[in-house]
């Protein structure tokens, strides 16, 4: 019998071959594919994204059988013994939603196997992987800082921060990819994690004479626009403030919560260096 410490080795071991298989699907393949590299040892990243999807497989089999459903297990080897080695099978990639990238269509199918157990339950892991995201994004200026990168405007800042989030959620995209369509107007979050089902914006703070409640009042105005996408329910608002001498975190904290923000609202501020 294994015990619960062994059972939550595998878990971690699923979702983190589960993170490497999405990190060379995005990052590597679909690039290559695009011609827009060529790959050193051709069809290498193909051969190592399918040997991932077999580790993948074979810790999800052991993982169903450790939990005795034994029903469920049978039915997930009847269905996927047969494809396990079949390379184009394994990269088959399908388009789940037309403003979204396409995604590995067995990786997908896994999750779903997945998803009734608490461990990979998208709402018992929300909290920790919001924290772990605030605290990438808290890190604005220090990330900067050592990118080294001219910042002029907000999309310099969020161009940045969006290539450390995809290291760590490759789904992450820009703007452009939500559908917050309201009667007039298309809004769009500077970033997406959509694995995360996370929007997140961005202000750029850096006049000494700036009125911080102008800027959390844009905020609000976002806050009543993104909606009906279903794919986003969690917003985070980065305040990043070039000169630490405009506000104090405790003024900005009192200031955002007077505007009563609704309660999938969370603020990240974010000071800079001067």
Not at 6 to 23: D, G, H, M, P, Q
Not at 42 to 53: A, E, L, S
Not at 73 to 78: G, H, I, T, V
Request: aromatic residues 14%; hydrophobic residues 35%.
């Amino acid at each position: 019998m294994i015990n619960q410490e062994e059972v939550k080795y595998i878990e971690a071991e699923i979702k983190k071959t589960i993170s490497l298989i999405e990190n060379s699907f995005y990052h590597e393949l679909m690039r290559y594919d695009r011609d827009e590299e060529t790959e050193e040892f051709p069809g290498y990243t193909k051969t190592w994204i399918c040997y991932r999807i077999k580790d993948l497989y074979y810790l999800i089999r052991v993982y169903l059988e450790v939990k005795e459903v034994f029903n469920y297990l049978a039915d997930f080897c009847q269905k996927y013994d047969s494809v396990i080695d079949d390379e184009s099978s394994l990269l088959k990639s399908e388009l789940y939603h037309p403003e979204s990238e396409s995604e590995l269509k067995i990786v997908v199918e896994f999750k779903q196997v997945l998803s009734p157990f608490r461990a990979f339950d998208y709402r018992a892991t929300k909290q920790e992987e919001v924290i772990k995201i605030q605290n990438i994004l808290k890190h604005t200026d220090h990330i900067l800082r050592n990118i080294n990168a001219p910042i002029k405007n907000e999309s310099d800042i969020y161009k940045q921060i969006r290539w450390i989030l995809g290291l760590y959620y490759p789904q992450s995209r820009f703007r452009n990819k939500a559908s917050f369509i309201q009667e007039f107007k298309t809004y769009n979050p500077d970033i997406l994690i959509p694995d995360q089902k996370t929007a997140i914006e961005y202000k750029y703070i850096k006049d000494k004479d700036a009125n911080i409640d102008d800027y959390i009042d844009q905020i609000r105005t976002d806050a009543n626009n993104y909606t009906g996408d279903y794919r986003y329910e969690n917003f985070i608002a980065v305040l990043y403030i070039a000169d630490t001498s405009i506000a104090t975190q405790d003024a900005i904290r009192v200031a955002w919560d007077q505007k009563k923000f609704p309660s999938n609202w969370e603020l990240v501020v974010a000071m800079g260096s001067r």
